[in-house]
């Protein structure tokens, strides 16, 4: 652990027993010695939940959503390990009071505590603060990806020094420094990280360079090159007595992973019915109507699991007449000041409320509240040939919200390059799926919908 995550355990452990003894006095009982002994044990399973789901590591490259889920599932586990304490001593009553008390506040201050936390070292990065310097060595598809990442995101605290190539090569504000010979032979490189992105390094090459990282006291850290199989996620298994490599490993060919999904679909999905579409489905129909004439449902063809169709439906965004295909033949995506668009629909998409009664395709099955984003009937036949492993998407349901939405790969696609790129997150998602990338992926969606989508039209 480095003195960032011992801050974030020390002052998590700090917030923990205030909170214990704030929800002892709130309880309305006078602290005894076995109190003592059960906050010590809150504590300690604190600490080791928090190493199992690695809570307190570095998130310089990761949204403040990924800290949050993992917040949850730590106070989740302190309200288990109180019913079992408390239910062990036979004191429910008090229990019961402890509990609501108790894991209120901690859920408040931890997250406030991260929130803050996460802004100052975003602030204090971007100034220049705990940086780490990185060279890369090989140049590629993956290093000018990781590059611009970072260097569009100065929050992250990484320095590029240099791109190590075996030709020289032309990076905006990233100097070239030399091949690997010269690289190694440089005595006043400051250096805290190798990263090291060439496909073209054999065994002893590696080797090197790990004993020279190592005599630099220099982190050496590799990430593999699958660009020639397609960047997949692979998946060793035994056949019988043989080994056997899958080139997709999908969560969601288990049984188990597909039906807690489905339940949480149709339990998510419910809520929502109750609790938004029971009041809003009236009031936007209302607005519709009185917006322009025509039905309050769109309703489409899309590809579902599979790749079979299924009627999508939307609230009506557009005017009746508008076609999915122009008099030229092209499929006719909805752009930015698209004529076709009704004044109340342009607000229905900005805020992706025309998505809500896609729900109702949740509920009948045709779609998740998470997956790939369903693309209409012409969309499909003319983009599959054209995209790299685009059929790979319809493995699983379509989504109401998605991986890709959520990184900014939602509304028109004006090239190929970028509907590429959607297709990788997708892809992305099916093969890393869990409960908690749902889960994360519905709060990006809330926050994007909260502040607003540039691409949202």
């Known amino acids: 652990m480095n003195k960032l995550s011992y801050f974030k355990l020390v002052t998590d452990l700090g917030l923990l027993f205030l909170c214990f003894l704030t929800a002892a006095a709130i309880s309305t009982r006078p602290l005894q010695r076995v109190d003592l002994l059960i906050a010590g044990i809150l504590l300690t399973g604190w600490y080791f939940s928090t190493r199992v ?32 304490i408390y239910f062990f001593l036979n004191e429910q009553n008090f229990a019961r009071r402890f509990a609501v008390a108790y894991i209120g506040l ?51 605290g990484l320095q590029v020094m240099g791109i190590v190539a075996k030709e020289e090569v032309a990076f905006p504000q990233v100097p070239y420094l030399g091949n690997l010979e010269q690289f190694m032979g440089q005595q006043e490189l ?40 397609y960047q997949s996620r692979f998946h060793f298994q035994l056949f019988g007595n043989y080994p056997m490599i899958t080139l997709r490993s999908e969560p969601l060919q288990e049984g188990f992973w597909r039906w807690l999904k489905r339940v949480f679909d149709v339990l998510f ?10 009041w809003l489905f009236p009031l936007i129909a209302l607005l519709i109507k009185l917006d322009s ?95 790299s492993s685009y059929m790979v998407r319809h493995w699983i349901r379509p989504g109401v919200t998605g991986w890709a ?10 090239t190929v390059e970028q509907m590429q790129k959607r297709v990788e997150f997708d892809i992305w998602y099916i093969e890393n799926w869990t409960f908690w990338l749902d889960l994360r992926i519905i709060l990006m969606t809330v926050y994007n919908i909260v502040k607003g989508e540039e691409n949202a039209y």
């Open 190 to 229: 400051p250096c805290d990280e190798v990263i090291i992105t060439s496909d073209r390094l054999d065994k002893d090459m590696l080797m090197e360079i790990f004993r020279f990282s190592d005599h630099r006291a220099i982190r050496a850290k590799v990430v593999p090159n699958y660009l020639d199989y």
């Open 269 to 278: 999905s419910l809520l929502v019915f109750v609790f938004v579409f029971s």
């Open 53 to 84: 789901t690695h809570l307190h590591d570095d998130f310089r490259t990761e949204l403040y959503i990924g800290e949050l889920l993992l917040i949850l599932e730590n106070v989740a586990i302190q309200l288990v390990l109180i019913g079992q």
């Open 106 to 156: 901690v859920l408040v201050t931890v997250l406030v505590k991260a929130y803050v936390t996460k802004k100052m070292l975003l602030v204090y990065r971007e100034r220049g603060g705990n940086f780490r310097r990185v060279v890369f060595i090989g140049f590629n598809e993956i290093t000018r990806n990781l590059l611009e990442r970072i260097l569009d995101n100065p929050q992250y």
């Open 405 to 414: 939405q959520v990184n900014g790969y939602r509304g028109e696609t004006r």
């Open 293 to 387: 004439p025509g039905p309050v449902f769109f309703r489409q063809d899309r590809w579902g699991k599979n790749g079979e169709k299924f009627l999508c439906y939307k609230f009506r965004s557009m005017k009746v007449e508008s076609q999915d295909v122009t008099a030229e033949g092209k499929f006719n995506q909805a752009k930015a000041g698209d004529s076709r668009i009704t004044k109340l629909g342009a607000f229905l998409r900005k805020s992706s409320l025309d998505e809500l009664p896609q729900f109702i395709n949740v509920l009948l099955g045709d779609m998740s509240v998470v997956g790939p984003r369903p693309h209409a009937h012409e969309h499909n036949l003319r983009t599959k040939d054209q995209v």
